[in-house]
């Protein structure tokens, strides 16, 4: 059998029919961007996320240099970003001429370390970015009570984890505002790039609005400088139609995980954890192997695909060498030891079987015993 790491198409495949309907009545409008589409989207999301605010914009490192620059964070401001995940993030507070300060993984949640922030704060430090990596919320309890004892804005990165809650209440509700992707492999992704903000906070709320637009107040009134982060009305469409279908999907993957977990739990593998009162969303299904490569290899040869988030960390990253001390040892650990298997809602039970069959082999041909 061969599986690969991600099969989109199968998804694709699903949704032809109702998507190709919206298409067709998208290319019936005059607006194909912005308008009615794109306005009923951010209603529901806000509805699904209950949140006051949700501003529509072309993707997610857009939705984060937007939102740091409606929190007027910009030369030799200081904002804590994890040292491990995707680099977008830190890429935006460098942009906007800000500091990106590194701050190491919990060992086994992978996302920012809570006891590890406060010695990074300096009376410079204007706000964290945490990550909601792989589809788990970051402490934001902690995370919150930080924040609030230094003045300090947090801004959530919400791109894996579209449906995650922490005590019922969702990712992207908890920090001042948040960024949402919706790439096309994300939870809940789009049919090309697209993303938002979200936010209670009506002002923040009206100034993102302005950046994303050229700074218009209204139509042809430029009353501060922006730029152009626009959503896609067809895009909006489609990701209207597939809210409807995120908590399904959502809850397959984690019916997808718990197998993966209860089958590979008697292994020598560092397996994803779950705290009481955290809803993980399993955008990814990451194990960490001190092996990975021979692991991987192996997988392959079985046909199973495997990937890799990420290979470096981004407090690694050659970009950020001006930023980083080394000093974020976890996270850099770490990047040789994680490996994603293959976890979306459209595999099936017998592929997953394959998958877990193929791994024991793995583990057993690598001397990984039973414990
Ligand atoms: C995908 C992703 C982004 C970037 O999203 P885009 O919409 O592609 O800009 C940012 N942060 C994280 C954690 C991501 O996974």
Redesign the pocket.
């Known amino acids: 059998m061969k599986i690969p790491f991600l099969n989109l198409q199968r998804q694709q495949k699903e949704l032809l029919q109702p998507v190709q309907k919206l298409l067709t009545e998208t290319m019936l409008e005059d607006i194909l961007l912005g308008g009615k589409a794109v306005h009923t989207f951010e209603d529901k999301f806000a509805r699904y996320l209950n949140v006051k605010h949700v501003i529509a914009c072309a993707?997610?490192?857009?939705a984060l240099e937007i939102a740091l620059r409606a929190l007027q964070i910009g030369q030799g401001d200081e904002v804590i970003v994890p040292a491990n995940?995707?680099m977008?993030?830190a890429e935006a507070v460098c942009l906007l001429g800000a500091v990106p300060v590194f701050v190491d993984s919990l060992v086994d949640r992978y996302t920012i370390d809570p006891d590890k922030i406060e010695t990074k704060i300096t009376s410079r430090t204007k706000a964290i970015i945490p990550?909601h990596?792989y589809g788990y919320a970051a402490d934001m309890e902690r995370i919150m009570g930080i924040a609030a004892a230094y003045g300090l804005k947090v801004i959530e990165?919400c791109?894996?984890a579209q449906g995650a809650t922490i005590q019922g209440k969702k990712a992207g509700s908890w920090g001042d505002i948040a960024a949402f992707?919706?790439?096309p492999t994300?939870n809940l992704g789009a049919i090309g790039?697209a993303?938002a903000l979200a936010t209670n906070d009506e002002e923040l709320s009206t100034t993102c609005r302005q950046i994303a637009n050229h700074g218009q107040s209204e139509k042809n009134i430029h009353v501060r400088l922006g730029r152009n982060s626009r959503m896609d009305s067809f895009q909006a469409a489609v990701l209207s139609y597939k809210l409807g279908l995120l908590d399904q999907w959502n809850l397959r993957r984690r019916e997808l995980a718990q197998r993966y977990n209860n089958e590979l739990q008697p292994y020598y593998l560092h397996l994803p954890q779950e705290d009481e009162g955290y809803f993980h969303v399993y955008h990814l299904y990451v194990i960490r192997c001190a092996d990975r490569k021979r692991l991987s290899k192996l997988l392959g040869e079985k046909g199973v695909g495997t990937a890799v988030h990420y290979p470096v960390a981004v407090a690694d990253m050659q970009v950020f060498e001006a930023y980083s001390f080394a000093d974020t040892p976890v996270a850099s650990k770490q990047c040789h030891e994680l490996l994603s298997l293959p976890l979306y809602p459209q595999l099936t039970d017998e592929e997953q079987m394959y998958i877990i069959e193929a791994m024991k082999e793995a583990l057993s041909e690598m001397d990984q015993q039973i414990v």
């Open positions: 993707n997610c490192t857009d995940g995707w977008s993030a990550i990596l990165d791109a894996q992707s919706f790439y994300k790039d993303g």
